[in-house]
């Protein structure tokens, strides 16, 4: 969620510090800031709204000094306002922070006891205030830090900054990521790699409740129990060309178009040179050792894991179990013996899915992560990390990380299939063989995007509208509806075609638009059934399907979208394009902001 930035430099840094704020807008944000040292003493500035708006105040108000703090926040605590952006300060301590302080009340019900004042909503100035209190009492800011650091509970990542001390940054780390960026006699801090890209490839990741001391001659580290550690430096390569638009008017345009490729990486990766065979890195997984699986994810990840459950329980006969992490974490379900869980995330960040793994700890036999991030927690603190190689998705609705999640996964049911003796060689060949056609299905599904755009407009003038899907299209009708949801603000809805009766045919009427993602599949029929009893009610179908399903039942449509033929199996693969293009179009047509849609945020690290 919100975006943390460090710099100890040799140049103003002020600009440096708005650039690296800018690779973090993707986390979403409402409102930003800066706090720099200059002469020694401490300085601020903050704006709502978007960068742009500080950028403009800096040009007015400029900010000099070689050392300081940036910060993009997600309302959480307090509204969006000045008063309540971060970087706050209270005398000589500024801080910027991610995440949550659970125990702030106490904290501010025992400053307030010691007289000391607030002056916003938030949870973050109690962090603030309580450093000051301690340096009021005579310790130096790294004690103050520690100290402060040491009552807060929660999940945060911190970064202090202290009136006088130009050559120091204090930063923590407790259930929300932090990185430590190291170049040529500067250093840097930030919520992840991309926002010091610019200056850095050199990267260390703070391990859960380390806390460390940065100065322009280097880092100390030190652990939960305040002894000093090593953590790996490592060489991350971001590729730049994929942060930028290239020359598209949105990420999510990029993102979209990026899928045949990104697809087609991802395939190649798990499959041997003459992509016949399967092949898992670190040892892999052998799954006749299992007997259940249980998938755990939140939001679009959540769905992937639908779809695969229905390949799992279908193709590898092994049952499946699929919980939303935030759920899972408190229902605290028995694990049985032989029991592989899996957990999805983009970020693999994602607070109540690092949660619920740490919960399957010690229970599960094996932790499986499939993640885009291959140093993030979740997927250091699996057995095994399967990465996605989606690139980075700066888009807040995920859509390239959607399709590779899905291929990932049906990599691994055409393993467990394997491994259970539910299918041979030869079928296995020929499943593979389809899968490496998707990247080619993909760009003819992204060629039909003009006809979306058309079909889009007139979508933008309704209210609400339904997703209807059978089988494994239901988790992608929920998807759809997630995606024109969360970009386009308009009210949508999936549901299984089978349950139009119970329930929300009662909302069928001519102003309400039906989208019916019906792939002519063994349940085709079905479906065109319950596609009929809309058409009955005056509902307004847009049918989305291949062109013999088109020709069998578009007649008496709304609209119709035609898909090229794909195997049934691997169908919702290629119909999230369509469901991805349709929310797009809609929210360009509505005029909202695609990229970076309100009170959304692209890496949800707190509960």
Not at 95 to 115: C, D, K, P, S, T
Not at 128 to 151: C, F, K, V
Not at 233 to 256: C, F, L, P, W
Not at 475 to 494: D, F, T
Request: proline residues 4%.
């Amino acid at each position: 969620m919100c975006g943390i930035v460090g710099v100890l430099g040799d140049h103003e840094v002020a600009p440096i510090l708005v650039e690296a704020l800018k690779r973090l807008e993707y986390r979403g944000y409402d409102s930003a800031g800066i706090a720099t040292i200059n002469e020694g003493v401490l300085d601020r500035r903050r704006a709502v709204g978007k960068l742009v708006n500080l950028s403009d105040l800096l040009v007015h108000d400029p900010l000099a000094g070689k050392a300081g703090i940036g910060h993009t926040r997600w309302a959480t605590h307090g509204a969006p306002t000045v008063v309540n952006a971060h970087p706050h300060q209270a005398g000589p301590v500024a801080v910027v922070h991610n995440g949550i302080i659970e125990n702030f009340r106490e904290l501010r019900a025992e400053m307030a006891q010691a007289g000391i004042k607030f002056q916003t909503e938030t949870d973050t100035e109690t962090i603030a205030l309580l450093a000051h209190h301690y340096i009021e009492r005579g310790m130096s800011p790294r004690d103050a830090a520690r100290e402060t650091i040491a009552r807060l509970e929660g999940a945060f990542a911190l970064c202090f900054l202290f009136d006088g001390e130009d050559d120091l940054l204090i930063a923590a780390r407790k259930g929300s990521p932090l990185a430590i960026g190291h170049g040529d006699g500067e250093m840097y801090v930030g919520s992840d790699a991309i926002a010091l890209a610019p200056m850095t490839n050199q990267i260390t990741y703070l391990d859960e409740g380390d806390w460390a001391i940065v100065t322009r001659s280097g880092v100390e580290i030190r652990d939960a129990a305040d002894q000093q550690v090593h953590r790996e430096q490592k060489t991350v390569n971001i590729d730049s060309a994929r942060i930028e638009k290239g020359g598209h008017k949105h990420y999510m345009a990029k993102e979209i178009a990026e899928q045949p490729t990104v697809l087609g990486e991802a395939i190649e990766h798990y499959l041997t040179p003459d992509g016949t065979a399967i092949t898992l890195p670190d040892g892999g997984i052998d799954f006749s050792k299992f007997d259940r699986i249980t998938m755990v994810a939140c939001g679009t990840a959540y769905l992937a894991c639908l779809t695969a459950k229905y390949w799992f329980e279908q193709v590898a006969r092994i049952p499946v179990e699929v919980d939303v992490a935030s759920e899972f974490r408190y229902r605290e379900p028995p694990i049985p013996a032989r029991t592989l869980a899996l957990f999805v995330s983009q970020s693999g960040e994602t607070a109540d899915t690092l949660a619920a793994l740490r919960y399957c700890q010690g229970k599960a036999d094996m932790i499986v992560s499939v993640v885009n991030v291959p140093e993030s927690s979740i997927a250091r603190e699996s057995d095994l990390a399967l990465p996605i190689l989606a690139g980075t998705e700066i888009g807040v609705a995920s859509t390239k990380a959607f399709t590779c999640q899905l291929s990932v996964m049906a990599i691994l049911m055409l393993k467990a299939a394997s491994d259970h003796n539910e299918i041979d060689g030869a079928t296995l060949a020929n499943h593979l063989a389809t899968l490496r056609t998707l990247p080619g299905l993909l760009s003819l599904a992204i060629s039909v995007s003009p006809c979306i755009e058309t079909i889009s407009r007139k979508l933008s003038e309704a209210q609400d509208v339904l997703f209807l899907g059978r089988g494994a299209m239901f988790p992608l009708a929920l998807e759809g509806a997630l995606k024109l949801k969360e970009i386009s603000y308009i009210h949508a809805e999936g549901y299984a075609s089978g349950e139009l009766k119970h329930g929300p045919i009662a909302l069928i009427d001519k102003l309400m638009p039906v989208v019916v993602m019906a792939p002519r599949d063994a349940l085709f029929d079905k479906t065109v059934s319950n596609m009929q009893e809309v058409m009955a009610r005056g509902g307004k179908v847009l049918l989305i399907s291949d062109a013999q399903g088109v020709a069998e039942a578009g007649d008496g449509t709304w609209e119709t979208l035609v898909m090229p033929q794909v195997d049934a199996l691997f169908a919702p693969i290629l119909y999230a394009v369509p469901a991805q293009m349709l929310a797009y179009h809609t929210a360009i047509a509505k005029g909202t902001d695609v990229d970076q849609p309100r009170n959304l945020a692209k890496s949800v690290t707190v509960e």
